[in-house]
């Protein structure tokens, strides 16, 4: 059993990793996006790290998988009677990581160190790892001008159409030992891209300077899960935004962005039609169901990519050798 | 109806002062405690401020005067989770001003005018302000040395027996121009010293330098309200730390301790028995029942304060005209 590394964010991204952690257990290291994060209230939100959190912990709310079961509101509440500021629903448990996340970030420890203290204290035995210690930016512009992530989401409901995206700062941005380790693993056997959106939480890991050479490195097999089932998304806005970016919304589309990267991509059994198409690319294929709705479905999605990857990888091995 | 100015902290203070504040309301200024504050998972705390917005705004508890109704305490559970720091129980609602008024002292905004907007937001029309923007910090000189009295309140639990209190700060410290405003009032009509621990609730306000001169510049009649009754405290360890200080735990001792600064004294009907020889010291004195235990406890024992303020002025005028 070697080490697994994730990449990805958001909720698609928290329930495959979780499903590969009860895989993998502390052989799983996960690269979470950060070009997400801002201040509210002087508190850093870090909302790709969070989800994560609550999944790997098996504390969060089975239906909205960004937030701990059981949430409640009630400092919300008297932020909304004392006239705000309420744009973030900010949740009385979740206020308890983004207080220690402060606390330690303003004794100048590092997100990573911060971010694996936390997992720590939540009894989490996979690697939580931010994608890096310097600040990212996520920028998306859209018909109505350039905006941080968090203004189109919360501000604006991700309405405007968006034109294009920016990592502002990834170009300088260090890859950080922790990542570099994980990657590193002389025993790596996979790294998977969660389905998560491609825009604004996979991209802005992969644009993290350093960070698609360091993928490859090892030379594991690299496989993509698709966010897309038959034409819409998983969940969130990737099909609204590959259309207006002018794209097909489809798996062999995400097969088409990562080509450069990946060796193989899983996509639902109901886009297996697209399967032909996609290996044409050079790309391999496995079909399964992907839509995660339970614990159940998330170990199995899991089961089935590692099972992937290794056929990937034995495939390949034939093939240098012939 | 002339501006009443009342001076405190604690529960005891904030009771009293939500009876003058309905027989005042804009005409009210209370004059609040700020020795206690300390600043916990970096936010800053000011209890007897906090404790004052929530009596002034009819949200506090019925039981728990400290509190807003209804507190939860979601964040605590999960800081409890996470390892801590858990010391001070921060609720759910209370940490909706400890966020604002962090935000806002981080924008370098003063402590009175984040506090008057604070109560302005909670829509209360009397002037909440604290002692002054100085930073005073109370510190509890004890037989196990000498901390804050955050340290000594919530570590120790009041347990070390007291040996004196500083006002670190103080006498550097500058008074407001809004407490200046509220003590020079043309129409001020009485000045109450509210029934809460003299040590730490009131000598800190006290010890502001200016405070006290400032308190007689208009000559109207300063009352103090006994917080003992029949040898014990209303509420807190105001009797623990008399005792402890070698002086006599009743409302006497109280009328000695503020004798240079006060008019007369309000006693609870228990101890009319002290009333003559607090009058031989040269103190007016009324007796009545000072518990109280709800609303109109409250509003009775501020239109008690303010007639006994009104006949002692009289007095005054007559004995000036003989």
Redesign the interface.
Known sequence: MGTVVALGGQVGGAKLAEGLYRLRGAKLAVIVNTGDDYDY???PISPDVDTMLYALAGIADANKGWE?A???F??????T???GPVEVPLG??????H??R??AL?AERAPTAVTLE?AQ??GIEARVLPMCDDPVRTVVHTESGAMSFRDYFIDLKCEPAVLGFQYGGADEARLSDEVLDALHAADLEAVVLCPCNPYHALQPILAVNGMRAALRKRGAPVIAVSPIIGGRALQGSAAKMMQELGREVSARAIAMQYRKLIDGIVIDSADEALAEGIRAGGVEVLAVPTFMRNADDRLKLARAVLDFARDVRMRREVAADA
């Open positions: 209230l002087g508190l701990p059981g949430e409640s009630a400092c919300h509440g008297m932020l009677r004392l006239g009385d448990r979740a206020l308890a990581l207080l220690l402060a606390e303003r936390l204290r939540l």
